[in-house]
Structure formats: structure tokens, C-alpha cells
């Protein structure tokens, strides 16, 4: 039966990193999956994150199954740092521990699509390349609003206003809650506002995708649009991730949050996603979310994290500046002062196909095939080599 299954092509983006790990090319640079990198190019384990594993392997906790829905430390936290304290307790509002922010959108589809069978999913262009694939699998189609304005290289409000509204009833639109992926531009205050008001008359639900909460501006000021969002609209979903902000990408850890509207709905709905999470994957992993509450629910162990995300993003921001400045003086001639504009560890950096193969090629420069590069991967060692040849493509 096997010989009748067709060859899958590469994920566009693992995949990127097995061809990049193939080539032997001594000076290639990896621009593609989304892993923030250090200035010596490594992937980092947070300190902070040593220490609470210190802590919680010194207390030998035991390795028994958490409950389908993980702990109820581990989801107030998470509600707090979306929503912030006040209503981090609010009774309305239910979390499920998942396997990342992957899983947690993978438990949103299958809860979608087993109770709003008629719901259609509308996808910002450009989006995660992933966001399409796991809602079709779940059999929930998708349709795609305007968000980006290519001309501009920044956000294109009223396309996506005015293609919101062919929303019906019952539908589901995706937002992004801060540094878009793949291009870096970020809804402004107004437009989360005009948003959350055209879905709340129109009837649809949103589920906004928060993978990267104090990459942007920091974590209160990455969470500010979707609060204001939240006052518009009476039900939601939230999908959130931790492998970037605390590091732990291998350890899966993620969430998936909803606010229902009522106490009595939000316990319905609480049955419903638990008897998602357990036909996909049973119950959660533990040892992530054990060091997310053990960091979070201790005053200077929080304190340590936010001082370590804050030098990972002022890194980024650091190096945005030094490849606008790079580009520049390699003899680019366009304007890349856009670059800065963008928010967290992506930007579209218009580059086209065409381009993007000759950068891998010629260059031994891998970035994904729409042009999205990883600015976490640009380091002092490589920016030269970077812009000489992005220069030499355009």
C-alpha cells in the first residue's frame, strides 16, 4: 500500500535548514527558520532558564502525566501576560497548555471545525507559511485579506478594513498580535481598534497568533494592541508561544487561551478543548512550562528574564540598523530604511525568487523563498558578506 503514497516536498522552511546543513561552503549564512541567535551565531540557552532548571531539578519532581489541560499556575500566567493582571482571573476566560504556539493553532482548528463547521478562516497576505497548511488540515478553509503594502513596505490598513468586511457571520480571522511574520509590520493602535469593531458588527471571531510578545517594543507595549482589541470584541481565541521569548524551542511550549463571554460558556468550552487536546496529543509536555511558571512566579527569576529578553531584542534592533547602514555603503541604492521600521526578528525584505536562489548559490546566503529574512541571524561577523551580496542580486 506504501508504493501508492507520493513523495511530500520540503517544508519550505525546515527544509531550508537541511539544505543549509548539506552545503559545505565554510562561509554560508543562515537566514530562514525563526530561532533568535546571538552575536556568535548560536542559539542560546537564557540563563535564567539554567537556573529554574536547577531549581526543578534539585526539588525531583515527579514525571507523571500533567492534567489535559496543564496546570492552572502555568494558564494564569499565561493569561497575565496577555492580558495583563487585572484580567488574568477573569472567570469568562480558559487556557490549554500545548505543545507550542503550533499546537495551540492546531487545537483552535480542530475546535473550529468540529463546532463552527461552516466557518471560513481568513489569513493576513503575507502569513506564516505553516498558518494555511494546519487549517486545511483540519478541513477549514481559508481565505486571505490585504495586509501588506508592498509599495510602502509597511501595513496596508484600509485594504485590510475593506477586505474585512466580506467576512460573515460566524467566521474567523487571524491577526497577528505583534511582529508579523514574515514582515515585521505590526498593527497600529487605530487600525486594532477599527478591526475589533468591524468583527465584533460583523459577527466574526478572532484568533490572534502571539508568538513573539517582547520582541517588538517590549512585552507590556506588545500586548497593548490586543488589549485594546479585547475591549472591542466579547470572544476570542489566543494562541500563544514561549519558544522565542524564553528560549525553549525544542521543549514545545505553548498555549492556547479563549474568552467566551460568560463563566458558564467558558466551562463549556473548556470540556470541548480538552477533548481536543486529548484525540491529538492526550496532555501536555511538562518540563517547559514547568520552568515558564518557575521563572514567572518568582520576583527576581522574572526580573533576570525580562533583563535577557530585553538585550535579545535590542540586538535585533541593533542589528537592523547595522544592515540598513551595511547595505548603504556596499553601494545599495534603494531606500532600506524600512528595515527599521519592522518589528521583531523578521523583514520582508523584497527580494524576489529569482534573487533569493542566486543568494544561495552564488552567496551560500539561505533565507526563505518569499524574501523573508531572520535578522536574529545577522551577527557582526557576517553583515559585510550579507550586504555585499544582497547588493550584488538586486
Not at 514525571?63 to 501576560?81: F, M, N, Q
Not at 499546537?103 to 489569513?123: Q, Y
Not at 533565507?367 to 544582497?390: F, Y
Amino acid at each position: 500500500m506504501f508504493e501508492r503514497v507520493p513523495s511530500a516536498p520540503p517544508d519550505p522552511i525546515l527544509g531550508l535548514s537541511a539544505a543549509f546543513a548539506a552545503d559545505d561552503r565554510s562561509h554560508k549564512i543562515s537566514l530562514g527558520v525563526g530561532e533568535y541567535r546571538d552575536a556568535s551565531g548560536k542559539t542560546p540557552v537564557l540563563d535564567v532558564v539554567r537556573a529554574a532548571e536547577a531549581r526543578l531539578l534539585a526539588a525531583g519532581s515527579s514525571k507523571t502525566y500533567l492534567p489535559i489541560d496543564g496546570t492552572p499556575a502555568y494558564g494564569r500566567l499565561v493569561r497575565e501576560l496577555v492580558f495583563g493582571q487585572d484580567r488574568a482571573d477573569s472567570a469568562d476566560t480558559v487556557t490549554v497548555q500545548t505543545p507550542g504556539g503550533t499546537g495551540a493553532l492546531r487545537v483552535a482548528a480542530d475546535f473550529i471545525a468540529n463546532h463552527f463547521p461552516d466557518a471560513r478562516i481568513w489569513l493576513p497576505d503575507p502569513t506564516w507559511a505553516n498558518h494555511p497548511k494546519i487549517f486545511e488540515a483540519a478541513r477549514v478553509p481559508c481565505l486571505s485579506y490585504r495586509y501588506y503594502n508592498s509599495e510602502a513596505k509597511g501595513l496596508d490598513a484600509p485594504g485590510m478594513l475593506e477586505a474585512l468586511q466580506q467576512t460573515e457571520k460566524g467566521d474567523v480571522v487571524l491577526l497577528h498580535a505583534c511582529c508579523h511574520n514574515p514582515s515585521g509590520v505590526d498593527l497600529d493602535a487605530d487600525t486594532w481598534q477599527a478591526a475589533g469593531k468591524l468583527l465584533a458588527d460583523r459577527g466574526a471571531l478572532a484568533l490572534v497568533d502571539f508568538a513573539y510578545q517582547g520582541f517588538g517594543d517590549g512585552l507590556e507595549q506588545d500586548a497593548a494592541g490586543l488589549r485594546l482589541f479585547c475591549e472591542q470584541v466579547p470572544e476570542m481565541f489566543v494562541a500563544t508561544s514561549y519558544s522565542k521569548n524564553f528560549g525553549l524551542y525544542q521543549d514545545r511550549v505553548g498555549a492556547l487561551t479563549v474568552v467566551t463571554g460568560s463563566a458558564d460558556r467558558a466551562e463549556t468550552v473548556l470540556s470541548q478543548l480538552k477533548i481536543c487536546v486529548r484525540t491529538s496529543f492526550s496532555n501536555p509536555p511538562a518540563h517547559g512550562s514547568a520552568l515558564v511558571t518557575c521563572i514567572l512566579s518568582d520576583e527576581g527569576l522574572r526580573a533576570d528574564w525580562r533583563a535577557e529578553l530585553t538585550q535579545m531584542r535590542e540586538r535585533i534592533n541593533g542589528m537592523r540598523q547595522t544592515l540598513v547602514e551595511g547595505l548603504q555603503r556596499h553601494g545599495g541604492s534603494q531606500d532600506f530604511s524600512f528595515i527599521t521600521r519592522q518589528k521583531g526578528m523578521f523583514s520582508f525584505s523584497g527580494l524576489d525568487p529569482k534573487q533569493v536562489e542566486r543568494l544561495r548559490e552564488e552567496h551560500a546566503v539561505y533565507i526563505v523563498g518569499s524574501g523573508r529574512i531572520n535578522v536574529a541571524g545577522v551577527t557582526p561577523d557576517n553583515v559585510d558578506a550579507l550586504c555585499r551580496a544582497v547588493v550584488s542580486v538586486l
